[in-house]
């Protein structure tokens, strides 16, 4: 029997209350059953408008994440295609420089700021609290925050497009150029606040990550029992705790120059224009891992599933995973090695650049591993996993070329930094998200996908997206620069051109292809059940889709695959039906930072508007600094105040909570238990009975 059931076990605590003053019940809930009903009461979110607008459930936010994000993929596709057709042919005029330089600054913004990562967020927002047998994040209602402030920031970088006032001094938005001398409309303020509000939406989710990864955890579930998943996206919001608040001082900044009088990048008035880069790139270096790491932590949980065995290595992955970000903060220069620093800095920063391949390294080697010595079935997941590891490759080997400092210096500013940017942040990206939709669809929606579209998408994807990319590099080699809107049909870059914007729209297709799939699967799709693919993982321990409560019972793990644990040990050491029953509320089980031991009961919050209209009235106060409307930033400010009045203010409590142990019983049976004790309010004694049989 479980140490669950272990009359001397240490009894759990009330909401509030310390551990030792009550206990807990022990159990197991069927479906349908009486404590089934009840928690789906308790946690369900309410239909129509008033739920889609309160709702604080991980699942609901993470599913918006999910498509907010790819509609701006969507978004910033149509631009480069847009792009693409424009610089097909030398000498065109499908677009002006004008429009030009809005079109590539937003389709950067776009793909870098409003896709890549927020994709991620969307997974790890659904999944962390399934893969670590948690009923929700640390704080639901900052977790709804983080998604309002992104779609009012993307709403917000998005206004000025349509009157053709949108940003367009590049998406690293270098200065001067950024500076009212050059630029005098809203262009750029609208990028530098908007990129502020975002920056609220990414550090406050950060936040969520890191506490839910200490205190959330299954009971049981060690640090080295945590899925990879997890420890790509804790490592990235670790780095943007650290990286975020740089560039938001960065945007901040510029605008007080434009508006306020101030000079911090004005050369002419003792300020520095070189500032700009590195306040930038210190953030945006580690930012590039940041939307690289949970993508990679997809990879490494679910490639395994498909070649029915557990990843190689998965200490040195972890690790590799943890290093990559701390390397990542040491190697900014290397996007600065034209801009005249010294020598030593160049060296210093080039061999970090350099050493980064190393981490990196141990990651393909184990997924190659993984491959190697399993028995690989070739699903359409797996597919998509595969292609990741060889874009992985190529766009690896790409950075570090450009590592070497002299090899830089001939190749800074041409498309050869674009063909490697492509292949870092959109191929390693979108492969392994894609991949990652095809295995956890069934767990979103209770459907599977088609094998067949699945696979024709797949095949047009990785051709075009190596058509469209690839062939950049050799335009990047023949000399011609990033950032122009045309070219004559002298230069020697007629065909690279061609064959790219072919590529372009081929890639394109395969997107739509995945779109089909996915509107043809909701409607037909046959019923998935509740492990379609015989996965070891937490998640898929419970139905699919999840119920409102995800976990009735908190799981005790024993292993970092517990559903396999028969067939790899010879015997289930894990408890997965059976354990802490809460069903007096809205309430989570958490767990000790080290070793997941269970700790304290927590009073997990209802409902409530009050993250949406703190988003809007967030939103407000940076129009009115966009618009120099101040009155309007006053209202806005105020509105923040009160919606943060309404968010904390205390929510009345159960005037009395019965709480006591049952026994499970050897094999699943449910013993007759007895009382153990009664808490009124804060205080509450123990006192046992007797044993439970």
């Not at 975002?198 to 969520?208: A, E, F, H, K, P």
Request: overall charge neutral.
């Amino acid at each position: 029997m479980s140490d669950l059931a272990d009359p001397s076990a240490p009894s759990m605590p009330s909401p509030g209350t310390a551990p030792h003053e009550s206990t807990l019940r022990l159990g197991q809930v069927e479906r349908g059953s009486a404590d089934d009903e009840r928690l789906r009461e308790i946690w369900e979110t309410r239909p129509g408008w008033r739920g889609w607008l309160s709702s604080v459930d991980h699942k609901e936010i993470g599913m918006r994440y999910l498509v907010t994000a790819f509609a701006f993929l969507l978004a910033g596709g149509v631009e480069a295609l847009l792009m693409r057709v424009q610089l097909a042919r030398p000498n065109a005029h499908v677009l002006t420089p004008e429009q030009y330089n809005q079109l590539f600054t937003m389709h950067g913004v776009t793909m870098i700021f409003l896709y890549a990562l927020p994709i991620l967020s969307g997974f790890s927002n659904y999944l962390w609290p399934l893969v670590l047998g948690a009923r929700d994040m640390a704080f639901p209602r900052l977790n709804a925050l983080s998604y309002w402030v992104f779609l009012f920031a993307g709403l917000f970088l998005y206004a000025s497009f349509p009157f053709g006032e949108a940003p367009d001094a590049g998406w690293f938005n270098y200065a001067p150029l950024a500076g009212l001398g050059y630029d005098t409309g809203p262009n750029i303020d609208v990028y530098a606040l908007g990129m502020v509000l975002l920056g609220i939406s990414t550090t406050v989710g950060s936040m969520n990550f890191v506490v839910t990864f200490l205190r959330m955890r299954a009971p049981g579930m060690s640090l080295d029992r945590v899925p990879v998943l997890v420890w790509g996206t804790l490592t990235a919001s670790g780095g943007n705790l650290l990286a975020v608040p740089s560039v938001s001082l960065a945007f901040f900044m510029l605008w007080l120059d434009r508006r306020i009088g101030t000079h911090f990048f004005d050369v002419l008035n003792g300020g520095r224009a070189l500032l700009w880069q590195h306040l930038f790139w210190i953030f945006a270096h580690p930012w590039v891992y940041a939307v690289v790491l949970p993508a990679m932590g997809i990879v490494s949980d679910a490639l395994p599933v498909f070649c029915r065995r557990p990843l190689v290595g998965y200490v040195p992955v972890a690790l590799s995973t943890v290093i990559t970000m701390v390397i990542g903060f040491v190697v900014w220069i290397h996007h600065m090695f034209a801009t005249g620093i010294p020598a030593l800095a160049l060296s210093f920063f080039g061999a970090a650049s350099m050493v980064i391949a190393i981490p990196s390294a141990v990651a393909t080697f184990a997924w190659i591993a993984t491959i190697w010595t399993g028995r690989p079935v070739f699903r359409v997941p797996f597919l998509y996993f595969a292609g990741f590891v060889f874009l992985f490759v190529i766009g690896g080997l790409s950075g570090v070329l450009t590592a070497a400092v002299p090899f830089d210096w001939q190749l800074t500013d041409t498309y050869f930094v674009v063909a490697h940017l492509h292949y870092v942040l959109l191929g390693i990206n979108v492969f392994p998200v894609i991949g990652g939709i095809y295995f956890w669809f069934p767990k979103f929606t209770g459907r599977m996908m088609s094998e067949g579209l699945g696979r024709v998408g797949f095949w047009i994807l990785f051709v075009g997206f190596n058509v469209a990319f690839f062939p950049m590099h050799i335009a990047g080699l023949l000399g011609m620069p990033r950032r122009i809107y045309t070219y004559g049909a002298d230069m020697g870059w007629n065909t690279v051109n061609l064959i790219t914007s072919i590529g372009a729209f081929v890639f394109a297709l395969g997107i739509l292809v995945f779109l089909l799939d996915i509107a043809v699967s909701l409607r037909r799709g046959k019923p998935a059940g509740d492990n379609p693919w015989d996965a070891p993982t937490l998640e898929w321990s419970i139905p699919s889709p999840p119920p409102p409560y995800n976990f009735a019972v908190s799981p005790r793990i024993a292993s970092r695959h517990p559903l396999w644990e028969a067939r790899m040990e010879g015997e289930m050491r894990s408890q997965l039906s059976v354990g802490y029953l809460l069903d007096r509320g809205r309430e989570a089980l958490a767990t000790t930072a080290l070793d997941g031991e269970p700790d304290v009961i927590l009073k997990m919050p209802e409902d409530s508007y009050a993250p949406f209209w703190l988003g809007v009235a967030s939103t407000g106060v940076f129009a009115g600094l966009a618009l120099t409307a101040w009155w309007l930033s006053a209202v806005s400010v105020v509105g923040c105040a009160a919606a943060i009045v309404v968010w904390l203010w205390p929510e009345r409590q159960l005037g009395q909570r019965e709480t006591h142990v049952e026994d499970a019983g050897s094999g699943g049976g449910k013993g007759q238990g007895e009382r153990d004790a009664h808490a009124t309010g804060a205080q509450a004694s123990t006192q046992r009975k007797g044993d439970p049989q």
